[in-house]
Nanobody
Framework: QVQLVESGGGLVQAGDSLKLTCAAS????????MAWFRQAPGKEREFVAV????????YCVDPVKGRFTIYRDNTKNTVYLQMNNLKPEDTAVYYC?????????????????WGQGTQVTVSS
């Protein structure tokens, strides 16, 4: 069982940076791949980025490549999403998720544990 709590969202201007944090409970955190998803108003929840259990591999979607970085610290049971050069289209609720079903999973249904979400709003 894993419980996830996100923080770090807020209201920023285009071009600004934010760092989202997801704190996980549970002694087996290091065995899970961790991901960030986001959901904009009126849209489906979409995959953003994933890091595997060892932090040796990551993957992110094209719209955020070069701007967002996902990383984790297994000693702190925490995963981060550093977001730079934010754009209005990045506005969404950002969710942290965990899966033990594989390494770099992008399929939403394969994630077993979810946080409550944190709002990111980027003004133009």
């Amino acid at each position: 069982q894993v419980q996830l709590v996100e923080s770090g969202g807020g209201l920023v201007q285009a071009g600004d940076s934010l760092k989202l944090t997801c704190a996980a409970s549970g002694r087996t955190f290091s065995s899970y791949s961790m991901a960030w998803f986001r959901q904009a108003p009126g849209k489906e929840r979409e995959f953003v980025a994933v890091v595997n259990w060892s932090a040796g591999s990551t993957y992110c979607v094209d719209p955020v490549k070069g701007r967002f970085t996902i990383y984790r610290d297994n000693t702190k049971n925490t995963v981060y999403l550093q977001m730079n050069n934010l754009k209005p289209e990045d506005t969404a609720v950002y969710y942290c998720a965990a899966t033990s079903r594989g390494s770099l999973i992008t399929f939403r249904a394969w994630y077993d544990y979810w946080g409550q979400g944190t709002q990111v709003t980027v003004s133009s």
